[in-house]
């Protein structure tokens, strides 16, 4: 649709394709094809063009979730489920599998950089609360970014580099406001206070405009615009089912 909630397309059904679900798009960086997750089970990732046509598997994803295209195009990064979560990249075409992370935690949902140098994800150890990282794409040089007591998670890296924007609280089971972290030279952070909304539980997924200027977030089945600067304007755009989630604007 558009950026406005206008001219609302179906792009692709998951049933007519032979799938339960299709879910967590990303499109490509020249805007022509869009990468997604399906499960059949297992999850797998998928990329089509940006009118549905083209659908294709890329090889080598078995277990695929959270896709996120590189800046360049050439790569995706994505978490695998396998018992435990893992994040790996791969090229666009199914070849140079790298798992870029090992530790004993689980590590989801990664997201490039505008550089193409890092990847943001969040992570948690079992009966622990999900923080969140970043690593170089090399896989060196893990730093992490948050240390509390809620959840940080579905995290989004700005157009300009600077901020990544992010979800704060546990979706259903309680309150999820948008949080925005600023990161400084020397990767430390602070929270700022202006992203919290009293009415909206944020629930699941954010992600910036192109520009850097807005935010969309997801509450209840419906998409919300607002303002990054200024005066909080929220706009609805969309409403639809409950499992409505994971927006990403081109």
Not at 28 to 41: E, M, N, R, Y
Not at 114 to 120: A, F, L, R
Not at 233 to 238: H, R, S
């Amino acid at each position: 649709m558009n950026e406005d909630g206008s001219d609302l397309k179906k792009l692709l059904d998951s049933e007519e394709h032979g799938y339960q679900h299709f879910g967590y798009p990303d499109w490509s960086p020249d805007g022509t094809q869009i990468v997604f997750s399906a499960l059949k089970p297992p999850w797998e990732i998928l990329i089509a063009n940006a009118d549905g046509s083209g659908l294709h598997t890329i090889d080598g994803t078995t277990g695929g979730m959270y896709p996120d295209w590189s800046p360049d195009g050439k790569k995706i990064a994505f978490s695998v489920w396998n018992g435990s979560s893992d994040i790996y990249t791969i090229n666009i075409v199914g070849t140079d599998l790298q798992k870029i992370i090992t530790s004993d935690a689980n590590e989801i949902d990664p997201g490039w950089s505008p550089d193409g140098s890092q990847i943001v994800f969040y992570a948690y150890r079992k009966g622990e609360d999900s923080e969140l990282y970043i690593i170089g794409s090399d896989g060196n040089n893990v730093t992490q970014l948050t240390d509390n007591e809620k959840d940080e998670w579905a995290p989004s890296w700005s157009p300009s580099g600077n901020q990544i924007a992010y979800l704060f609280g546990r979706g259903e089971e309680e309150y999820c406001e948008v949080r925005v972290l600023n990161i400084n030279i020397s990767l430390e952070s602070r929270y700022t206070d202006q992203w919290v909304y009293p009415d909206l539980s944020a629930y699941p997924g954010v992600c910036w405009a192109p520009d850097g200027q807005d935010i969309a977030f997801v509450s209840k089945g419906r998409i919300y615009t607002t303002p990054f600067l200024g005066e909080m304007v929220f706009n609805e755009i969309f409403s639809g089912p409950d499992f409505t989630g994971y927006p990403s604007w081109k």
